[in-house]
C-alpha cells in the first residue's frame, strides 16, 4: 500500500485536502483543532484507483519542522500544496528542499483555494509553481486548481494520484525496517507502535528487534488501517503490538528490524549537498541536527572532500547511535537558524577510525551504488577486508561481487593482490635470510606486515602463490628442503658418515650448520636418532636387517656386539627401533616384531 506526504507552507490547506481525499481528519488533538493547525503528524487512508492508500499529513509551520521531517521519509510519493491567493512561500521553499533532498517522487501539485482568485491570476500561479519545480524531484509534477469546500478538482486529483501510485513498487529486500513516528500504551494490549514498514515483511509472532541496543521484542498484533492482520508486506503503514518493551523506552526514531541485522553507528560517511539558494556550501561550523527515518540526532559534521557544484564528503558524528545502511537518505537542520541547510545519501555506515583512511575510501564510494549488491562491493573495495555479515547489515543484504570469499570473510581483489604482494616480499626476505628453514613463522609473518594475527590467519589461504605449511609460510616456489639436499658441505658430511659405518660422529661433528641438518632430516635425507645422531637411510636399513637375525630376548649388551658398535649408539638406536615399533622390550630384553 503506498503512502503519500503531504508536504506545504502552513494554513494552505494540507489538513483539509487530506480530509476532503479521504474523509477522514488527520488532525488528532484537540490543540490542532482548536487553533486549526497541525501541529504533529496526522494520518488518513482511503482507496485510490482499486489500490489502498495511507496519508501522512505534516505540519506545516516552521515551528514544527522537526515533525515534518519525522514523516515524510517513508513516503512513496508527495501531495505538494500550495494556495492559489498566497503563492510560493517559505516553507514552501523548505518543504521542497526537504522532498528533493529525500528524493521522494513523483508527486502532484494541488493549487488550493482556487476559487479565491480570477483565471489569470490562477494560471500565474501554476507557472510560478512549475519553475519553482523544475530540477527538484517534483520536476514536471502535474499542478491541479482545487477548492475543497466546492469539491472543485478533487476528482481530478484523485485520478492523478491513482497514476501515481499504480506504478509504485515498495523494495523487498528480506530485511524489513520500520522507523517508529508513535508509541503507546493501550490497556489490556500494551505497547503499540506505528510506522511505515520498509524492506520486508513481518508477523504475527515474530520476534524482532528495537534499535538501537538491539532489545528484543515479539509481535502480538498487527493493524493496517484499523484491521486486524497475521502479516504486513513492506510499503504498508502498520500499527504493531509488542511484547517484551515498555512504551517508556521507545522514542520516535527507534526502528524495528530483525535482531542481528543492523549495526548501529555514531559516525557515518556521506555525499552531501546545500538546498536551492544557499550562499555557501556546507561548513563545519554550525550546530546540527540529522534526520533520518523518524528521528533526528544532535551531530557534529566534517568536510573531508568537496565534488563539482555544491557537492561535498561529509563525515557526520551523533551523539546517540542510529541503525543506518548505505543508501539511506537524511536531512541537515541548522538548529540554531532553525532552517533545512542541506542533505544527502549516506555511504559508508561504519567508515575507518582514521581520517586519511577515510578520505581514501571515498574514491570507492562515488557515484554512490544503487542497489544492495553494489553498495557491498563498494564498501569492501573501501575497506579491502570485512565480514560477510557486517557488509550485509551495512547494505541492506548486499553481497558483493568479484571478492575472494573464505568462510564468512571477504577480501577485495586489490586488497588481495597488495596482501599477495606485502606477504610475498615479507617471505621472499626471510627465505633469503634463512633459505633452509621451511617458511616463515605465521606470528612474524604477521609483526612483519602490521596485520592483526587473526587476521592474517582469516585470510593467507586466500592469497595467490603463498603456501601455509603448518605454522610456517613459504612461497610457492620455495623448496628448502631440496636446496639442503645440494649444499657442497653436504656431500663431504655424507661422505663422513658412509665411512663411519653403523657408528656415526654427532650431528654436531658433521660440519654443516643446524639449519641444514634440521632440512635434511625433513627431507629424509638422514634419519635422526637420540636428539645426537643423524644416520643416512642406507644405514638404518642395514640396522634393521641386522636386528631381524637376533634371537628374542635379546639385550643391549647382545645388540652392541652384533653390531659391533658402543652403547653410546645403541642405547639410542634400540629406543629409537622401540618407537618405530619393529622391537619391544620385554624385562631386561627385547623381541623383534617378526
Known amino acids: 500500500m503506498p503512502v503519500i506526504a503531504t508536504a506545504g507552507h502552513v494554513d494552505h490547506g494540507k489538513s483539509t485536502l487530506v480530509i476532503a481525499l479521504t474523509g477522514r481528519d488527520p488532525d488528532r488533538w484537540d490543540e490542532e483543532k482548536r487553533r486549526g493547525l497541525t501541529i504533529d503528524l496526522g494520518f488518513a487512508w482511503t482507496t485510490l484507483g482499486g489500490h489502498d492508500v495511507g496519508f501522512v499529513d505534516v505540519p506545516g509551520h516552521e515551528r514544527f519542522l522537526k515533525n515534518m521531517l519525522a514523516g515524510v521519509d517513508g513516503a512513496d510519493a508527495a501531495l505538494f500544496v500550495v494556495a492559489a491567493d498566497e503563492g510560493w512561500m517559505p516553507q514552501s521553499e523548505e518543504h521542497l528542499a526537504v522532498l528533493d533532498l529525500l528524493q521522494i517522487s513523483p508527486g502532484v501539485v494541488a493549487l488550493t483555494r482556487a476559487d479565491l482568485v480570477d483565471a ?16 527538484t524531484s517534483l520536476a514536471g509534477a502535474e499542478i491541479i486548481p482545487t477548492a475543497a469546500p466546492s469539491g472543485e478538482g478533487i476528482d481530478r486529483l484523485r485520478r492523478q494520484l491513482s497514476r501515481l501510485i499504480a506504478g509504485i513498487e515498495p523494495p ?62 513492506p510499503g504498508n503503514r502498520a500499527a ?97 537558524h532553525r532552517a533545512v541547510v542541506g542533505g544527502g545519501e549516506v555511504l559508508d555506515p561504519q567508515p575507518a577510525q582514521h581520517a586519511r583512511r577515510v578520505r581514501g575510501s571515498l574514491e570507492h564510494l562515488r557515484p554512490p551504488p544503487t542497489t544492495a549488491d553494489d553498495r557491498a562491493t563498494a564498501l569492501l573495495e573501501a575497506r579491502g577486508i570485512a565480514a560477510l555479515a557486517d557488509l550485509a547489515a551495512d547494505t541492506g543484504g548486499g553481497r558483493p561481487e568479484g571478492a575472494v570469499v573464505s568462510g564468512g570473510l571477504a577480501l577485495s581483489t586489490r586488497r588481495q593482490r597488495d596482501l599477495s604482494r606485502m606477504v610475498a616480499e615479507a617471505t621472499s626476505v626471510f627465505h633469503a635470510q634463512h633459505p633452509f628453514r621451511p617458511g616463515i613463522p605465521r606470528t612474524s609473518l604477521a609483526h612483519a606486515i602490521g596485520l592483526d594475527q587473526a587476521l592474517l590467519d582469516a585470510v593467507i589461504g586466500m592469497l595467490d602463490g603463498i603456501v601455509v605449511d603448518g605454522a610456517s609460510v613459504r612461497l610457492a616456489g620455495h623448496h628448502p628442503d631440496t636446496a639442503a639436499g645440494a649444499d657442497p658441505l653436504w656431500v663431504a658430511a655424507r661422505s663422513k658418515l658412509e665411512s663411519a659405518g653403523l657408528a656415526p660422529p654427532s650431528s654436531d661433528e658433521l660440519g654443516l650448520d643446524q639449519e641444514v641438518v634440521a632440512a635434511l632430516l625433513r627431507s629424509g635425507h638422514l634419519i635422526g636418532v637420540g636428539g645426537e645422531f643423524a644416520y643416512l637411510p642406507t644405514t638404518i636399513d642395514a640396522i634393521v636387517e641386522l636386528v631381524r ?17 658402543t652403547r653410546k649408539h645403541a642405547v639410542p638406536l634400540l629406543e629409537w627401533l622401540d618407537g618405530t615399533g619393529l622391537t619391544r622390550r620385554v624385562g631386561d630384553g627385547r623381541v623383534v616384531r617378526r
Open 120 to 135: 489569470d491570476d490562477l494560471e500565474l500561479a501554476a507557472v510560478a509553481i512549475a519553475e519553482r519545480l523544475d530540477g
Open 172 to 233: 523487498d529486500l528480506g530485511r524489513p525496517r520500520l522507523w517508529i513516528d508513535r508509541a503507546f500504551t493501550i490497556g489490556g494490549a500494551g505497547t503499540v507502535v506505528t510506522g511505515t514498514l520498509r524492506d520486508g515483511a513481518i508477523s504475527v509472532g515474530e520476534r524482532l528487534a528495537l534499535h538501537p541496543g538491539d532489545v528484543p521484542v515479539r509481535i502480538r498484533g498487527l493493524q493496517v488501517h484499523e484491521r486486524a492482520v497475521e502479516k504486513i508486506e
Open 240 to 336: 504493531v503490538n509488542l511484547s517484551g518493551v515498555d512504551r517508556a523506552r521507545i522514542e520516535r526514531g527507534a526502528m524495528l528490524g530483525h535482531p542481528g541485522e543492523w549495526r548501529p553507528t555514531r559516525r557515518f560517511v556521506a555525499a552531501a549537498r546545500t538546498i536551492r539558494g544557499s550562499p555557501h556550501p556546507l561548513r563545519d561550523r554550525g550546530s546540527f541536527h540529522v534526520h533520518i527515518g523518524s528521528g533526528d540526532w544532535p551531530a557534529r559534521i566534517r568536510v573531508i572532500g568537496r565534488d563539482e557544484g555544491d557537492d561535498s564528503m561529509i563525515l557526520i558524528e551523533t551523539e546517540r547511535p542510529v541503525a543506518l545502511r548505505a543508501g539511506d537518505r537524511f536531512v541537515l537542520r541548522d538548529v540554531g
Open 549 to 565: 637375525t637376533l634371537p628374542d630376548g635379546f639385550t643391549v649388551a647382545d645388540f652392541r656386539d652384533a653390531l659391533a658398535i
